[in-house]
């Protein structure tokens, strides 16, 4: 997609963290942008954040993107306001903290909900419209550095949506590529990113109940929140950049940071050495 101005970016998350830093490269680039997440107040104040004439390009849409009736009327709001969409940000995401054994069925069905069931909303939605308008579009899916690496622990649920928006991502690439579809995909893989995505519980629904942390659990939040901001830490408008870049690319990975590479490289090791030879 070499030519971005004038394009209709859809954001959800997009109140704070990587979800704004994309709202704001992308009206950088020329684009509009449709601003979706379910917190209406820091939503609004997001917005209020832009100057007048980025304002102007923008539409606040508050979406609670485990709820796919609520995501079609965010598809429907976009096209109403502006006519057609161009690139889906699918990136709205949670995380409890936890061992397995003590994550509960609730902790499971909230984070599965957001990340992985929220993307799969996303795409259910927004990919036949893409193909109705037969033009240039592209989709990112934000999954995470735990979608690519070897079991982390106290993140099993989130870690299990990442992997699912990996795997998802790759499939519908290949199969918009098979129909010949002019539409791009990228998987987003973030690692240490000074967002408040582990702070997700203050959206958690009155319904789930309050997480119980162990002590262990509650240090290795603290120790990942360090990382975020510490000296290997990226700022969201470096990621968001990175996603820019591999749109107009059409690159399908987007990982953000390089140390991690070698983590990366064992897992892929052990499972190699474990696969029987031809």
Same mark, same amino acid.
């Given at each position: ?7 209709? &970016?859809?954001?959800? +998350?997009?109140? %704070? /963290? !990587? ?5 704001? #490269?992308?009206?950088?680039? $020329? ?111 934000? &999954?995470?550095?735990? +979608?690519?690496? %070897? /079991? !982390? ?5 989130? #870690?299990?949506?990442?992997? $699912? ?114």
């Amino acid at each position: 997609m070499d030519e971005l101005g004038g394009k209709v &970016a859809v954001v959800t +998350g997009a109140a %704070s /963290g !990587i979800g704004f830093a994309l709202t704001t #490269a992308w009206l950088r680039e $020329g684009c509009s942008v449709v601003m979706a997440d379910i917190e209406e107040p820091a939503l609004d104040a997001a917005r209020a954040r832009l100057g007048d004439d980025e304002r102007d390009r923008v539409v606040a849409v508050p979406t609670d993107v485990t709820d796919p009736a609520a995501v079609d009327r965010l598809a429907a709001a976009t096209v109403a306001r502006f006519g057609q969409v161009d690139i889906v940000c699918n990136n709205a995401g949670v995380s409890t903290f936890n061992t397995i054994a003590n994550q509960t069925l609730a902790d499971w069905q909230w984070v599965l909900g957001v990340n992985l069931w929220g993307v799969i909303h996303g795409v259910h939605t927004f990919v036949p419209i893409l193909r109705r308008q037969s033009t240039e579009a592209h989709i990112v899916n934000t &999954a995470s550095i735990a +979608g690519l690496l %070897s /079991g !982390i622990a106290y993140i099993g649920p989130y #870690a299990v949506s990442k992997v $699912g928006v990996v795997s998802l991502s790759e499939t519908l690439r290949q199969e918009l590529a098979m129909e010949g579809a002019p539409i791009g995909v990228s998987v987003l893989c973030p690692s240490a990113t000074n967002t408040a995505c582990m702070e997700g519980e203050r959206n958690r629904p009155p319904d789930t109940g309050n997480e119980v942390r162990t002590p262990d659990a509650e240090q290795w939040r603290t120790n990942i929140k360090a990382g975020m901001t510490g000296p290997g830490g990226k700022e969201p408008a470096e990621v968001a950049d990175m996603v820019v870049d591999a749109v107009r690319a059409n690159r399908f990975w987007v990982v953000s940071h390089g140390d991690l590479r070698a983590g990366i490289e064992h897992r892929f090791a052990d499972i190699l050495e474990h696969v029987p030879q031809a």
